[in-house]
């Protein structure tokens, strides 16, 4: 299983950007899909989420500013990012767990995203 993800980068604040992760190797059923951040020296932390059923969570900071979707057939998970703030600036992980058994939980490697004030 890979998590390819790509997208980030520098941008200023009040700007947008768009983060994509392609999976192979995975289907998604009964997973799911998510984003999340670590900036530096914090916590890794959930960004947003996306279930193979389309049911949706936000961290309450990227409420009403950020997108998450997903497209099944594709086996793609996007992160659209709006309005970004200096506080967005992290690395920024895909993920995709299984819902039900068998368990797994996959990572791709991280994309940085760096918004300048």
């Known amino acids: 299983v890979q998590l390819q993800a790509y997208g980030g980068g520098l941008v200023q604040a009040g700007g947008s950007l768009r983060l994509s992760c392609t999976a192979s190797?995975?289907?998604?059923?009964?997973?799911?899909m998510g984003w999340y951040r670590q900036a530096p020296g914090k916590q890794r932390e959930l960004v947003a989420s996306?279930?193979?059923?389309?049911?949706?969570n936000y961290a309450d900071s990227v409420k009403d500013r950020f997108t998450i979707s997903a497209d099944n057939a594709k086996r793609t998970v996007d992160l659209e990012m709006k309005r970004l703030k200096p506080e967005d600036t992290a690395v920024y992980y895909c993920?995709?767990?299984?819902?039900?058994?068998?368990?797994?939980?996959?990572w791709g490697h991280g994309t940085e995203v760096t918004v300048s004030s």
């Open positions: 993920n995709v767990r299984s819902m039900f058994l068998p368990r797994y939980n996959y």
């Open positions: 996306i279930t193979s059923g389309g049911t949706t």
């Open positions: 190797g995975i289907i998604f059923s009964g997973a799911v």
